[in-house]
């Protein structure tokens, strides 16, 4: 059956082999996801940007996006909630000093042409110096871009102990109003995590409207009272100016005329 002497391979060799190579596909396709642009699915390059539900991409290809959506064909089904730059929020991304993203490419594979076995993962943690390849969970703070390990929270404090409250971020120590709500974790794949990334959305889309409908409130307010101030100023000059003594001779002549009268 092999042309190699009459041996023949066994059903249970065959599914073994077959179930084998389909598991080394999903952890390849898996690294070539962590390593891609979510939308043009080239490798990922300086400056990064991530969304609301938690994909990574390359800014220039979210700005092109933006400028010309039907030059990227079905994109504008795969990201209907990007329409404006305010969408994502620039990443404080660590490289790996190992990484070129114009390194050549040859083993062909579903999303494009990549050698998995000898891929070097672009991203690391600057805490934990984890790689980002889809085997170690990573999120990114919303408030300030900072890219990292999931278990760098509880390496950093740990569970219990002192080194800063989970408002801090663990990379920048910015202080985060909404920690939970800010925090968003990278390619969420359980159905609660894809739950709360897009509650997370809807509450901070909910949230940012907020604030800019309060800070145009202010901003009215302000010019409104500036209106007003500049309206007493103008009023208590004139004011002013009327009870000065007049210095014009022919009114003074004019004045002493009509007293002697």
Sequence with gaps: MGNDGGTIARRSEV???????????????????????ALTKQPLKAPLVGCGLGN??????????????SKFGEAVFICPHLSKLRDVVD??????????????????????????????????C????KEMNGSTSFEFN???GCLYATCARTE????????????????????????EADRV???????????????????????QAADRKKAKKARKAAATGECDAALKTTKRRRLSTEA??????????????????
């Excluded at 599914?15 to 642009?37: I, Y």
């Excluded at 990574?56 to 959506?69: A, G």
């Excluded at 600057?126 to 110096?129: A, G, N």
């Design 15 to 37: 599914v073994r082999l077959v179930g084998k190579s389909t598991k080394l596909d999903e952890k390849a396709l898996r690294k070539v996801r962590f390593a891609t642009c």
């Design 56 to 69: 990574i991409y390359n800014k220039e290809s979210v700005v092109e996006y933006l400028l010309k959506p």
């Design 91 to 124: 990443l404080q991304a660590t490289f790996s000093p190992n990484y070129h993203p114009e390194a050549k490419r040859v083993t062909d594979t579903v999303t494009g042409s990549a050698d998995v076995s000898r891929m070097v993962t672009p991203v690391i």
């Design 126 to 129: 600057p805490v934990t110096l």
């Design 142 to 144: 919303w408030a300030c």
């Design 156 to 179: 950093v404090r740990g569970p219990g102990k002192a080194g800063g409250d989970d408002a801090t971020c663990v990379v920048c120590g910015h202080r985060q109003e909404a920690p």
């Design 185 to 207: 974790v990278v390619y969420p794949e359980t159905e609660e995590e894809l739950a709360r990334a897009a509650k997370q959305l809807k509450a901070r889309r909910d949230r």
């Design 244 to 261: 000065e003594p007049s210095t014009d001779p022919s009114k003074s002549a004019r004045s002493v005329t009509l007293e002697t009268a």
